[in-house]
């Protein structure tokens, strides 16, 4: 699923990094600057999207996060408060993954006055 997601998003000129962990996009965060990343609220082995959409946001305070999952009615509102800039509940489609992207680039690009830096990880 998420090669189809991130080709559905490269079709429309996004620039897309995939990590295949924490440690991965650690390392990614870190080399370079993203205007948002996607990470799903469950990680490979037992990991929070949560917590790193925390440490994101701690760290890189004008990258914006969109947090998704299948279960998120499973948290509260505040679980996400401080974590995310938008979620995105599964099952849903390419076309609602394109607009929330854009909409929160576009949002990022507005409040910094900079060029439209698309890049993201998921």
Not at 10 to 25: C, I, P, Q, S
Not at 37 to 64: F, H, M, Y
Not at 79 to 100: G, H, I, V
Request: aromatic share 8%; glycine share 10%; proline share 2%.
């Amino acid at each position: 699923m998420r090669e189809i997601e991130s080709a559905g998003l490269r079709e429309h000129g996004y620039e897309v990094f995939d990590a295949g962990g924490l440690n991965e996009a650690a390392i990614l965060l870190r080399s370079q600057g993203f205007a948002l990343v996607v990470t799903d609220i469950r990680l490979p082995g037992g990991l929070s999207g949560i917590d790193l959409a925390r440490e994101v946001k701690r760290l890189w305070r004008g990258t914006k996060v969109l947090l998704v999952g299948a279960d998120l009615e499973g948290f509260a509102v505040d679980d996400f408060r401080d974590a995310c800039d938008a979620t995105l509940a599964k099952p849903f489609t390419l076309e609602q993954l394109r607009a929330r992207v854009a909409f929160l680039i576009v949002e990022q690009d507005a409040l910094t006055c900079t060029q439209n830096n698309s890049r993201f990880v998921d």
